[in-house]
Nanobody, 125 residues
Framework: VQLQASGGGLVQAGGSRRLSCSAS????????VAWFRQAPGKAREFVSA????????YYADFVKGRFTISRDNDKKLVYLQMNSLQPEDTAVYYC???????????????????WGQGTQVTVSS
């Protein structure tokens, strides 16, 4: 599967942004799709994931209540709605996919074998 992330840009603190991850290829429904982010000088970190099939969602503690992940299997899209953005949310956001990923590994980067190119989100104070 090939992934393409989009929707990044400049937003003021407290604002919102919606990222999209577009997938190509077959059997998209069989892939867990996640968002990771990497801030300057920091390691890439897990943000959120939506499981294959039933669509169970997972969130990093620092985005709970602010970000919402969703998927449209017919359109092969995954969205990340980001609200109440703060300067510390500034990062390059990547979408990633893994087929039939076990629940224990939804936030483990090395288990995702398909990655999009990243989209920059900059939050100004």
């Amino acid at each position: 599967v090939q992934l393409q992330a989009s929707g990044g840009g400049l937003v003021q603190a407290g604002g919102s942004r919606r990222l999209s991850c577009s997938a190509s290829g077959r059997a998209f429904i069989n892939y867990t799709v996640a968002w990771f982010r990497q801030a300057p000088g920091k390691a890439r970190e897990f943000v959120s994931a939506v499981k294959y099939g039933v669509g169970t969602t997972y969130y990093a503690d620092f985005v709970k209540g602010r970000f919402t992940i969703s998927r449209d299997n017919d359109k092969k899209l995954v969205y990340l709605q980001m609200n109440s953005l703060q300067p510390e949310d500034t990062a390059v956001y990547y979408c990633a996919a893994a087929g039939f990923l076990h629940d224990d590994y939804y936030n483990v980067e090395r288990y995702y074998n398909f990655w999009g190119q990243g989209t920059q989100v900059t939050v100004s104070s």
